[in-house]
């Protein structure tokens, strides 16, 4: 291929807050942004000027929320064809409506941005917040983000017709909230390696069942396990190679599987392996703080369960804490927390996830 790539031509009935561009403008717009614009808009501006240089590969930096973030190299053409995959999967026709809430600084938004591009959308840009949608006042037909950001906008949902989530799991509140809403809301997984997401799931859909949907594959996408239990991807027209993750799955068919928990996170309390991530689904039903189960090191067990909750400290709310979780029957003899702590203020990574080591770190030290 060289160190070129022939990007595709902007789509006709792409619009940028309202703008048409040939090339030339779009570039010249994007030094605009970087020279006078709000720092969400300097990203934005920052990502087009690279998108339109004629080389094979944009630089993304990873969320940082498994681990160090970390800057790598994505194929332009591999995020061209992540874009007409979502497309078909979700039923995205050019010259719909899109809001973009989400940084360019990452993969999310830098996907709404070649989504539109490439398909012909309309997108309006606006601060990525927690509150995307206060300052909204139409409907669009399409949008992305992150968890915290919907559990904000429950009672504006109204004005997007179709929404992903993706950046972190969807708490059983949540479900429960958008559950009767038109919107039609899906779940996604994926990774910047992946270009975004590789398989979706609804998660308000008609017909109600009480089991969790698993997550269906997008097109030209095969998955495997390793002896880890751990999911194993292979999608040759978004990524190079196979990617091996440390995402414990359990695989439907060859199209479907379920998301257990990351393989790092695993604890070994006593002989039992506990999965955080399921621990905390369970959890979601009772606590309204933001949380995080972990492990100490334990004498007797090797490790023991314990929950961090981002909360004032009184003896009167751990007590409530302790209650609540003694009388929660979904939750195993081994999934009950050894010890609570109650942190003030939780650490965050650059993109707001939860950044579970150093809070971890900063409440023990």
């Known amino acids: 291929m060289g160190d070129k790539y022939k990007l ?15 090339p030339a403008e779009l570039r010249q717009a994007a030094y605009s942004m970087i020279k006078e614009g709000e720092p969400y ?7 087009l000027l690279d ?28 995020l061209v064809n992540s874009a007409e995959a979502s497309a078909k999967f979700f039923e ?23 989504r539109a591009m490439v398909l012909g959308w309309k997108l309006d840009a606006v601060p990525p917040s927690s509150n995307p949608l206060d300052q909204v006042y139409k409907v669009y037909d399409f949008s992305a983000m992150t968890p ?26 949540i479900r429960k909230l958008v559950r009767d809403h038109d919107t039609k809301i899906y779940e996604t997984y994926g990774m910047t390696e992946t270009c975004s997401h590789i398989a979706a799931k609804r998660i308000n859909p008609k017909k109600k069942k009480k089991q969790l949907r698993p997550f269906k594959l997008m097109p030209n ?20 190679g196979e990617i091996v993750t440390n995402d414990v799955v359990e695989i439907v068919t060859y199209k479907k599987f379920h998301w257990k928990g990351r393989y790092d996170n695993v604890i070994n309390s006593g002989g039992v392996k506990l999965y955080p991530e399921e621990i905390e689904k369970k959890l979601n039903k009772i606590l309204d703080h933001r949380f995080f189960i972990s492990s100490m090191p334990d004498d007797s067990l090797g490790e023991k369960l314990v929950l961090f909750v981002e909360d004032d400290f009184s003896e009167e709310t751990l007590e409530q804490l302790k209650s609540k ?12 927390p050894k010890k609570i702590y109650l942190v003030e203020k939780f650490e965050e990574t650059p993109n707001g996830k939860i950044h579970r080591e150093n809070t971890f770190k900063s409440r023990l030290s």
């Open 148 to 173: 915290f950001q919907l559990d904000n906008s429950i009672a504006r949902l109204h004005l997007v017709k179709k929404l992903i989530i993706g950046g972190g799991s969807v708490s059983p509140k």
């Open 221 to 240: 996408v095969t998955i495997s396990q390793d002896d880890r239990d751990c999911l194993i991807i292979k999608a040759p027209n978004i990524a190079d």
């Open 41 to 47: 808009e300097e990203s934005i501006g920052s990502f």
């Open 92 to 114: 995205l026709e050019s010259g719909i409506t899109a809001l973009m809430c989400l940084p360019a600084d990452y993969i999310s938004g830098k996907m709404m941005l070649v």
């Open 8 to 22: 595709p031509e902007i789509h006709p009935e792409f619009r940028l807050n309202k703008k048409a561009f040939t």
């Open 325 to 336: 979780i003694s009388n929660l029957e979904t939750l195993g003899k081994y999934e009950k």
């Open 51 to 78: 998108w339109l240089k004629p080389s094979v590969y944009i630089e993304s930096h990873t969320s940082g929320s498994t681990g160090p973030p970390k800057k790598i190299k994505l194929r332009k053409e591999h």
